[in-house]
């Protein structure tokens, strides 16, 4: 029987994630968590094999609960499950160290396999998932950004022009253009909307 905890911010998840490992028999769920602290309250009192963890819950995320799951050196295996598969989403995740990544529209014979295997200890990727993975590996180094850079492109994103970006910044219009240069050429991008949009994909200005 392998033991799991349920930790996703919506009643309807869980109860369905529920009724599915009862369903199927070998699975016994031993409590339900509806943010990341619960989820770290809950693994350290009773001790689960398995962790399925949503990523965005509201207080302490998904990321920050695998986190000081580690830091405790709780042995439950943890199962992300959940509905993004953004690079800002994935790798802080399996860093932090989760065991798995699952999106919500896995079928449920492939879930079940995987909360097995992640209870022996065995990594779990969606293909979706190892392919940005892979994709993640077999890129260049990429250049970081410059702290003045993420400013630049942080204004140009709620909207300013190059000379109100200057003028909030204190810095001359040319400056601004020099920074959105490099900026995209950093990024990999031709215009200020794609590096408006790779920089948000890559969590350089937090989320939208």
């Given at each position: ?26 699975f016994d769920v031993l409590g339900e968590a509806a ?57 802080p995740a399996i860093e932090a160290g989760a065991t ?61 022009t190059n000379k109100e970006a200057a003028a909030q ?40």
């Amino acid at each position: 029987m392998i033991t799991v905890i349920i930790a996703d911010d919506h009643p309807v998840v869980r109860d369905g994630l529920r009724g599915m490992l009862a369903a199927e028999g070998g699975f016994d769920v031993l409590g339900e968590a509806a943010d990341g602290a619960e989820a770290v309250a809950l693994a350290q009192r009773l001790r689960p094999d398995v962790v399925l963890m949503d990523l965005r819950m509201p207080g302490t995320d998904g990321v920050h609960a695998i986190t000081e799951l580690a830091r405790l050196g709780n042995a439950a295996r943890v199962l992300v499950l959940t509905t993004y598969d953004t690079d800002s989403d994935v790798m802080p995740a399996i860093e932090a160290g989760a065991t798995g990544y699952l999106l919500k529209d896995t079928p449920r014979d492939e879930l079940f396999r995987a909360v097995r295997a992640a209870a022996r200890g065995e990594s779990v990727l969606s293909p979706a998932v190892a392919s940005r993975i892979m994709g993640q590996l077999r890129a260049p180094a990429q250049e970081p950004l410059s702290q003045r850079e993420i400013e630049v492109l942080g204004l140009i994103a709620r909207g300013c022009t190059n000379k109100e970006a200057a003028a909030q910044l204190f810095i001359s219009e040319a400056t601004v253009k020099t920074h959105l240069l490099h900026a995209y050429a950093k990024l990999g991008v031709r215009d200020r909307a794609a590096a408006v949009a790779v920089a948000f994909e890559r969590g350089l200005l937090g989320r939208r």
